[in-house]
């Protein structure tokens, strides 16, 4: 059963940084697709940003453009969400979770945020004067 941590979230003030870790537990991610996805409280859980299995095809939410970047390191056993400017509405759990999608079975270049298959348990990001 392929497990995900996150790490990185905290306690940041309006307009700082925080980068967060997704990683997964005794299994690469070589032919995984990664999406990030948070929940505020009393909201529905969101899409923020998805990357392809081939790391080559990336999506945003409106919401972040041009101020989040999801990346994942050449070794594929780890995607990152470098969060820049963050706001107050950027407060919730963040999660990664992920979805096997290799050339063979379809999708190794889409980054659709739709269909994961497994979810980590949320990081808290809490941006707040």
């Known amino acids: 059963q392929l497990q995900l941590v996150e790490s990185g979230g905290g306690l940041v003030q309006p307009g700082g940084s925080l980068r967060l870790s997704c990683a997964a537990s005794g299994f690469t991610l070589d032919y995984y697709a990664i999406g990030w996805f948070r929940q505020a409280p009393g909201k529905e859980r969101e899409g923020v940003s998805c990357?392809?299995?081939?790391?080559?095809?990336?999506k945003y939410a409106d919401s972040v453009k041009g101020r989040f970047t999801i990346s994942r390191d050449n070794a594929k056993t780890t995607v990152f969400l470098q969060m820049n400017s963050l706001k107050p509405e950027d407060t919730a759990v963040y999660y990664c979770?992920?979805?096997?999608?290799?050339?063979?079975?379809?999708?190794?270049?889409?980054?659709?945020?739709?269909?994961?298959?497994?979810w980590g348990k949320g990081t808290l990001v809490t941006v707040s004067p």
């Open positions: 990357i392809s299995s081939s790391g080559s095809i990336t």
């Open positions: 979770a992920a979805a096997y999608r290799t050339i063979y079975s379809g999708g190794y270049y889409s980054a659709s945020c739709v269909g994961m298959d497994y």
